[in-house]
């Protein structure tokens, strides 16, 4: 099992950056490919990004394409999501997920976050 805590959002201006990290426990997050997802107010959950167990392969949203970039440390067990040139439709409450590895990109995650806020204001 892995257990998923993301921390690092908050409020920021239209153009700003934020950095969220995701903490995960046990000792297989390195099995795990990892992803990003978000749901503002009124909408459906909606995928970001992921990045595959290894970190060679990612894969984003065109939404967040050129702004958004995924990364991991296993030795941290921590994904990343550095967002930059952000827009108020960015406005989202932002989960982490793990995937079991062997399809790229993942289409079932296993394990979820809590989520983060990250309100951006115009």
């Known amino acids: 099992q892995v257990h998923l805590v993301e921390s690092g959002g908050g409020l920021v201006q239209a153009g700003g950056s934020l950095r969220l990290s995701c903490a995960a426990s046990g000792r297989t997050f390195g099995s795990y490919a990892m992803g990003w997802f978000r749901q503002a107010p009124g909408k459906s959950r909606e995928f970001v990004t992921t990045?595959?167990?290894?970190?060679?392969?990612?894969y984003y949203a065109d939404s967040v394409k050129g702004r958004f970039t995924i990364s991991r440390d296993n030795a941290k067990n921590t994904v990343y999501l550095q967002m930059n040139s952000l827009k108020p439709e960015d406005t989202a409450v932002y989960y982490c997920?793990?995937?079991?590895?062997?399809?790229?990109?993942?289409?079932?995650?296993?394990?979820w976050g809590q989520g983060t806020q990250v309100t951006v204001s115009s």
């Open positions: 990045i595959s167990w290894s970190g060679s392969n990612t």
């Open positions: 997920a793990a995937a079991p590895a062997g399809v790229w990109p993942p289409t079932r995650y296993d394990y």
